[in-house]
């Protein structure tokens, strides 16, 4: 695993912070933190890169215990509220941190070039920061966490300020960096941009994981059937109260849930051999927005 954790917790004197977290990150995919503000996910991501010392508990990066120095060399962090000098070019930026990681100038020169072309600002290079839109400073701000070549890349709320075709520009980004075999790990709010993208999430609450695995795992069970109907009887509907006894019905709709998409050709057929006619049978899923909701306003810990 990339990101592995075993009960790491990091706790402030207001007893805020991280507790307990347990995750595994593999190789290669774009692993989702969610969770509301203030619930704990930078501080997590600050422990994790080293910026914090945990308060309990234990992590590996790439194989190596958190804080090692040879592991943070090949990791990329862009933080949540980074600001750059509006004066400086981006390839000025881009030199300079090149400069950070002791880059020799012929390596500095290849790895600035590649980065451009990743985060699509080749030919905006010479222009001041101070005239980027906030899409192109969020670019150059990855392309900067990129300068390193990192196996792992940590974004913190990297879409959060953005218009839609900054965030989708950024989410490009993440799919790049995926077929190149890069783990990306994002820390986020915004819900949509999450399903969209992630194979894994970790949902955090009031600094605890809530729920967490593969993102197909996570939205599983939550299929919503929408069934136009008409001559339904009583027999019928206590054989579909079988797959969800909280299934509602008004005369010629029927509103239930499914745990399995096989049920589907279940409960079809079961309306028609009962002696119901079915008109119409549409499914859709709920959305990880809709988990989210139901997990934190529940008030599950």
Not at 46 to 67: C, E, H, N, R
Not at 103 to 112: Q, R
Request: hydrophobic share 35%; glycine share 8%.
């Amino acid at each position: 695993m990339v990101i592995e954790t075993e009960n790491l917790s990091k706790i402030y004197e207001n007893n805020k912070g991280c507790r307990n977290i347990n995750i595994s990150a593999a190789e290669g995919e774009i692993y989702g933190f969610l969770g509301p503000n203030g619930a704990g996910k930078s501080t997590f991501i600050k422990t994790v890169v080293g910026l914090l010392f945990p308060t309990s508990g234990t992590a590996q990066i790439l194989g190596k215990p958190i804080g090692d120095m040879e592991t943070r060399k090949r990791i990329g962090y862009l933080p949540e509220l980074f600001k750059y000098q509006e004066w400086m070019t981006g390839l000025d930026l881009l030199s300079f941190h090149s400069s950070l990681y002791k880059l020799d100038k012929k390596t500095s020169s290849a790895k600035i070039e590649e980065v451009l072309e990743i985060v699509n600002l080749k030919g905006a290079e010479r222009s001041k920061i101070g005239t980027y839109s906030k899409g192109m400073q969020q670019r150059i701000g990855i392309a900067s966490a990129l300068l390193c070549d990192p196996k792992l890349l940590f974004l913190d709320e990297p879409t959060s300020a953005l218009d839609p075709i900054g965030r989708k520009e950024v989410r490009d980004i993440m799919l790049k960096l995926k077929s190149m075999d890069k783990t990306v790990f994002l820390n986020s709010h915004l819900l949509s941009e999450v399903e969209m993208i992630c194979d894994s999430a970790a949902i955090i609450s009031k600094g605890n994981i809530i729920k967490q695995g593969k993102m197909n795992d996570l939205l599983e069970g939550n299929t919503i059937l929408d069934i136009h109907v008409e001559d339904i009887n009583n027999e019928i509907l206590n054989k579909l109260e079988k797959f969800d006894e909280d299934l509602t019905f008004n005369g010629k709709n029927i509103k239930m849930h499914v745990k399995e998409d096989a049920e589907i050709h279940q409960i079809a057929s079961l309306i028609i051999s009962g002696g119901g006619k079915l008109y119409g049978l549409t499914p859709h899923r709920d959305s990880l927005e809709d988990l989210f909701i139901k997990l934190v306003e529940g008030g599950q810990n």
